[in-house]
């Protein structure tokens, strides 16, 4: 995950700069801090993936006139999310068992 932030910081100038101007500690702490920030991110996006479907499916609820044949399609849309997100979720739990694995 450090090249991760490395990388962020050589992309962006304006971070370059402020790290090439930071004292030593500054920039160890910087680094720490970007790299707590990058870790949460990518450990917390398989969560935040599930939370916004299950949002966003709330809003696709049953529809408000009562007619009987019509069925909600949170369900459908539900399973179809997941499944174009599934991908996503794989990676990035396949990436934090590699990233486990690397601290122990």
Known sequence: MQNVVDNQIRLDPKASDRMAQATPEQRE?????????????????????????????????????????????????????????LPTIVKTLLGFSHFRGSRA
């Open 29 to 85: 702490m910087g680094s720490k801090i970007s790299l707590y920030i990058t870790e949460g991110v990518f450990i917390a996006n398989p969560a935040l993936v599930l939370a916004g479907v299950a949002l966003l499916s709330l809003g696709y609820g049953p529809p408000s006139t009562s007619s009987s044949a019509a069925k909600p399609p949170t369900a459908a849309f539900f399973t179809v999310w997941i499944f174009a997100t």
